[in-house]
């Protein structure tokens, strides 16, 4: 009977605070642009800049590490957000707005790499995941429904994700010292799968560039182009994120039954599909049909994505390394989508990020096939049953006992009456042995005896 397997709840509350941020993005960006006097390039800067900060620090920590261990790293980015966040929510100054979106990215990011080098070290890396997209995902929407009725103002999303982390600091005093992080290693080892890895990587920053571009102007789409209000509009990404709450939960259900490579390539060319849709939205129906459907399926793509780098390496690196390679994605999402909305307009904007989609796919599926084939190969031997091979008994033979006639034992010689022949030694038989075992002992050859006898009676 297997152990009961635990929740790592210090772990999952970790994974939601670091990963608060980008949930948040729309309305983060869409505050700045309303809040301050700031473009709506200058503020899809600020949220990229934001992004940038917190992949930055993802990938010092998986190419540099250091000796402090989990629970310290975690205090540490905890920290961070809190400072950086809050001071950027409390001021209206837009230098020190723009220093505290990138003190507290370097937070979200420390947090957000002890997180997923966390999760790969444990025995079911997709499940802690599931469980860290839906807390995210229903924090998230629950903010999207509360932060339009608290007034208007570019701090209320900066000050949830501050006070999110500092609600996790005490919690990372329940992290697992074991824990492995970057960070705790000792020695070098070279890094497994390394083409796989690679290519999951590489992949990494369009997948997440071509749906945070959409996602860090949605807002303005629901605004300009669908004609909604701004409650109307949080309403819409609550209810969408509850409907990748569904996704999420159909994810932990599906489990690995299909393997990495058709959610992750399947659910792109959904992904795709709901990206035009949501660009080219005209209306509320539109608009939120596209953005419930796309909320359902990124999450759970992204959770077989995350999952499958975790497999990659139970040290954490990869996940480390992909989660960073895709925020960089991330950060040039706001900035992107700007640009790409400005020059186009949205509904040709859609369509571009949903070839980007389409091409980032391939690779994905790839190295989702290339993870799962070895592990195929190793594990047909231990799947093969044991076959019990039962041993017939041997049937005893019955040996009759030998009966000696009686003539052969009245002509028995009794054994004290036989005569002792004594065998004469010669000097040149034995003068070889002496001399090795009692040198000097003198051998003499008895009289009458040839050698031709003593070398018959030897042999």
Do not use: K
Request: positive net charge; aromatic residues 4%.
């Amino acid at each position: 009977m297997s152990a009961p397997r635990t929740t790592p709840w210090p772990l999952v509350a970790l994974f939601t605070a670091g990963y608060l941020a980008p949930y948040l993005l729309p309305t983060t960006v869409g505050r700045l642009d309303a809040g301050l006097p700031l473009t709506t390039t200058e503020a899809g800067a600020t949220g990229s800049a934001l992004l940038l900060s917190s992949a930055t620090a993802g990938f010092l920590l998986a190419a540099r590490g250091g000796r402090a261990g989990a629970r310290a790293l975690a205090r540490v980015g905890l920290t961070l957000a809190v400072l950086g966040y809050g001071t950027a929510a409390l001021t209206g100054s837009v230098p020190a707005v723009v220093a505290g979106v990138l003190v507290g990215g370097l937070g979200s990011g420390t947090a957000t790499a002890v997180a997923a080098s966390g999760i790969a070290g444990r025995t079911d890396p997709h499940r802690v995941t599931t469980l860290g997209l839906l807390t995210v995902s229903a924090l998230a929407g629950a903010l999207y429904l509360t932060i339009p009725h608290l007034g208007p103002g570019h701090g209320l999303p900066l000050a949830a994700i501050a006070l999110t982390a500092l609600a996790v600091l005490p919690l990372t005093s329940r992290l697992d010292t074991r824990t492995a992080t970057p960070t705790t290693t000792t020695g070098h080892t070279p890094l497994p799968h390394r083409g796989t890895g690679l290519l999951l990587a590489a992949a990494m920053p369009c997948w997440s560039l071509a749906q945070n571009s959409l996602w860090g102007v949605s807002g303005r789409i629901g605004l300009t182009q669908a004609h909604l209000t701004e409650v109307t509009v949080g309403a819409v990404f609550a209810v969408a994120l509850g409907a990748g709450l569904l996704g999420v939960l159909g994810a932990g259900a599906l489990g690995p039954r299909m393997g990495r490579a058709v959610p992750i390539g399947v659910g792109t060319v959904l992904i795709a599909v709901c990206v035009v849709l949501s660009a080219s939205a005209s209306g509320p129906v539109s608009f939120a049909g596209g953005e419930i459907a796309w909320n359902a399926c990124y999450p759970l793509v992204l959770s077989y994505v995350i999952g499958l780098a975790a497999s990659l390496d139970p040290r954490g690196r990869w996940a480390v390394l992909v989660g960073s390679a895709g925020s960089l994605g991330t950060a040039a999402g706001p900035l992107a989508g700007s640009l790409l909305s400005a020059w186009a307009g949205y509904p040709a904007m859609g369509r571009i990020l949903a070839v980007v989609l389409l091409v980032s796919a391939v690779p994905m599926t790839a190295a989702a096939l290339r993870a799962t084939a070895p592990a195929r190969r190793t594990t047909r031997i231990a799947d093969l049953p044991v076959v019990e091979i039962p041993l017939a008994e041997l049937p005893h033979a019955e040996v009759a006992p030998l009966e000696i006639p009686d003539s052969v034992l009245a002509n028995r010689v009794p054994l004290t009456e036989l005569p002792l022949t004594e065998l004469p030694l010669t000097e040149p038989l034995l003068a070889p042995l002496l001399a090795e075992t009692a040198p000097g002992l003198p051998v003499r050859a008895l009289p009458g005896q040839s050698n031709s006898y003593a070398s018959t009676s030897a042999r």
